[in-house]
């Protein structure tokens, strides 16, 4: 099945500074890839995504990139705030009602802001 | 307001003593599934649902049964607890043919 590894598990940036987390996945088939992010005591939320087809997507200070070929997805946040704070998880899917869209997770990154 | 409800959120249970987690959506999506989330591992879909009746194993479904009479409810069984089942629990809803997913709050599972 489908292996979808999260570097690193920790990052520690000072507020300001940009934080980059990045994904590797095995299944050349998933088509999809979001990045959520769970703050603590609730579910994870969905904060971006990107489609097989597009390699870059930015929204405001988060910027998605996908490199099919080497089969790896980065999650860019730039001028990071305290708020940022929070564990970040990317996933793949690759659709199909087969499969349900089943979403396989990568391990997560704790991203810590501090002031 | 568009969510996925989960309950109870803490719960502390005994070997061996059956539970059931519910989750409700009121999104009237089709699709429902569980996860579980531990340290390290991340986030294991446990069982899925394609719609009222139609369910199906995930990636670690042993030691758990689900049941979904009912489009908006999708509630998670364990007949049997054991430690090892000690976890963070979350249960998603999206609508067909649409890859977003939306996550309920969680359920925090010790048993003892």
């Known amino acids: 099945g489908e292996n979808v590894e999260q570097h690193p598990s920790t990052l520690s940036v000072q507020e300001g500074d940009s934080a980059v987390i990045k994904c590797t996945y095995s299944?050349?088939?998933?088509?999809?890839f979001p990045w959520y992010k769970q703050e603590l005591g609730k579910g994870p939320q969905l904060i971006i995504d990107?489609?097989?087809?597009?390699g870059e997507k930015k929204d405001q200070r988060i910027a998605v990139t996908l490199n099919k070929t080497a089969k790896h997805f980065s999650l860019h946040i730039t001028e990071t705030q305290p708020e940022d704070s929070a564990v970040y998880f990317c996933?793949?899917?690759?659709?199909?009602?087969?499969?349900?869209?089943?979403?396989?997770f990568g391990k997560g990154t704790s991203l810590l802001v501090t002031p | 307001e568009a969510q996925v409800t989960q309950n109870p959120r803490y719960l502390i249970t005994v070997t061996g003593k059956k539970l059931t987690v519910t989750c409700s959506q009121n999104?009237?999506?089709?699709?429902m599934s569980w996860y579980r989330q531990d340290p390290g591992l991340g986030l294991r879909q446990i069982y899925y649902?394609?719609?009222?009746?139609?369910?199906d194993k995930g990636d670690v479904p042993e030691g758990y049964k689900v049941s979904r009479k009912e489009k908006r409810n999708f509630p998670l069984i364990l007949e049997s607890p054991s430690p090892n089942q000690t976890s963070l629990y979350f249960c998603?809803?999206?609508?067909?043919?649409?890859?977003?997913?939306?996550f309920g709050p969680g359920t925090r599972l010790t048993v003892t």
């Open positions: 996933a793949a899917s690759k659709g199909g009602s087969n499969s349900g869209y089943a979403l396989n």
């Open positions: 998603a809803s999206r609508e067909q043919g649409v890859y977003e997913q939306y």
């Open positions: 999104m009237n999506h089709e699709y």
């Open positions: 990107i489609r097989s087809n597009v």
């Open positions: 649902s394609m719609n009222v009746e139609v369910t």
């Open positions: 299944d050349s088939a998933s088509n999809y």
